[in-house]
């Protein structure tokens, strides 16, 4: 049966398909982090929707949200009007955020997905300022729509779309191991900020006037790389001097998954414009902007859409929203995720094809490296994307899910539930490790 619906699938799904070719499986049952194939394999899922399933699959929590739903008779779909599941749901959000944000916030809820905010968080600051260019880092992934992707780095999805819109600057992440400056550390960081403030203000540096200044705080598809508490602090100096507006896109980083609830709060910087989706929709579609008073300057309809009010990923949200809080998952993240990260670090002695190991909560990124290559001046040795995706195919045959990710698709990427046990989180490091020490033997 399994074989069958993989090979109809295949015969008529568009040539895009991507984890339906590194997971040759066919999900039939999923229960926290266990998802079992339509052949009764289980697996033990890190990937987790694209980091979407803070509590994992299907948790009681969400289940029930749903059938409270149905059972209420409210309607599915209204546009975006008015409803008990969105004032229970921005109540539950704006619960969630630093009150130097959501004292002088809106909501602007916004199509299902994660690009579809950042589109909104584009167009939104650009009307705000009446400026065209947007400052965006090296790594960084906002999504594939025409707009989004002209803020996202990679050369290799932008290339083959012609007419990208927004005139983007793009500007040097602080990336650690492969740092843009050749020295890492606290000086990379600091090379990065530098670099920033002086190309903003060189009116010969080629900068169209920027609408906005967009960053993750910690880069996911980029390769989980986290951006110092610092060098943050100093963008958010630096866009406040000169009245950028900053956009923080949390659509990864956000409800927990960093051991903060959001992933500002860990360097306290107050953005202008936070962009939202991914887990706060607890496994349902939904993507939302917050952003300061001062920005809301559309006209009505000014940003519309049909999809922008799904009752049940509002009342899934917000149930799942205040799960998080009330068992402590944003902390239980922080402490499993700093046990994983130390005994991946320990890995490394025996396994020299781990060239780092980074992340800040339970998003962690493992960088593969070719140990017989030549390091650069920082000491980073040459990525090894063939032997990642053996990695990866490596884990699947022992029953872990693990997405890779990175500039050279070299780290292995983390993105267990919160919910994760210790007991699961042992079973995921032996598996990984088992998959190393096996495809370099
Ligand atoms: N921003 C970030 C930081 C993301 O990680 C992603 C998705 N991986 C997006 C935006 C786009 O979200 P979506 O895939 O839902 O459009």
Redesign the pocket.
């Known amino acids: 049966e399994a074989e069958a619906i993989l090979r109809r699938q295949n015969a008529r799904e568009s040539s895009a398909r991507t984890y339906a070719r590194s997971f040759p499986i066919v999900p039939a049952r999923a229960q926290g982090m266990t998802i079992e194939g339509a052949d009764g394999r289980r697996y033990l899922d890190c990937l987790s929707g694209?980091?979407?399933l803070a509590l994992g699959h299907n948790h009681p929590v969400v289940t029930e949200a749903v059938r409270r739903t149905i059972d209420s008779g409210a309607p599915l779909h209204v546009l975006d009007l008015a409803t008990p599941q969105k004032d229970d749901f921005t109540e539950a959000l704006f619960a969630t955020l630093p009150s130097a944000f959501a004292d002088h916030a809106r909501v602007h809820f916004c199509g299902?997905?994660?690009?579809?905010?950042?589109e909104a968080a584009l167009k939104l600051t650009q009307t705000a300022t009446g400026r065209r260019g947007m400052l965006a880092f090296t790594g960084?992934?906002?999504?594939?729509?025409t707009g989004?992707l002209a803020v996202t780095g990679s050369v290799a999805v932008k290339e083959p779309v012609a007419g990208i819109a927004a005139d983007v600057t793009r500007l040097p992440y602080p990336y650690d191991y492969r740092c843009p400056f050749g020295v890492g550390g606290e000086r990379g960081a600091e090379l990065s900020a530098t670099y920033v403030e002086r190309l903003i203000d060189d009116p010969s540096g080629g900068v169209t006037p920027p609408a906005a200044m967009i960053l993750?705080v910690v880069?996911?598809?980029g390769g989980v790389v986290p951006a110092p508490d610092a060098w943050l602090r100093r963008m958010r100096r630096i866009t406040a001097e000169r009245r950028i507006p900053l956009i923080v896109?949390?659509?990864?980083?956000g409800a927990g998954r960093t051991g903060a609830f959001w992933a500002v709060e860990h360097s306290g910087i107050v953005p202008d414009v936070m962009?939202m989706?991914?887990a706060i929709g607890g496994s349902l579609?939904l993507?939302v902007l917050v952003y300061h008073e001062d920005y809301d300057d559309w006209l009505p309809g000014a940003h519309t859409g049909t999809f922008r009010g799904n009752t049940l990923a509002m009342a899934t949200g917000a149930a799942t929203l205040r799960h998080i809080a009330r068992e402590g998952l944003t902390e239980r993240a922080a402490v499993v995720g700093a046990l994983m990260m130390e005994r991946l670090s320990q890995a490394r002695a025996a396994l020299p094809v781990i060239g780092d190991v980074r992340g800040r909560g339970l998003m962690i990124g493992v960088e593969l490296v070719d140990p017989e290559g030549v390091p650069d001046s920082r000491g980073a040795l040459p990525p090894a994307p063939r032997l990642a995706a053996e990695v990866r195919a490596a884990c699947l045959e022992r029953g872990l899910i693990v997405e890779l990710g990175g500039r050279h698709d070299s780290t292995v990427r983390l993105l267990p539930p919160l919910t994760i046990t210790d007991e699961q989180a042992e079973t995921v490091l032996d598996r990984l490790t088992d998959a190393l020490a096996a495809v370099t033997a």
Request: proline content about 6%; glycine content about 12%; aromatic content about 4%.
């Open positions: 694209a980091g979407t299902p997905a994660g690009t579809d905010a950042v960084a992934y906002h999504g594939m729509t989004a993750e880069q996911g598809e896109d949390e659509v990864q980083t962009v989706s991914k579609p993507a």
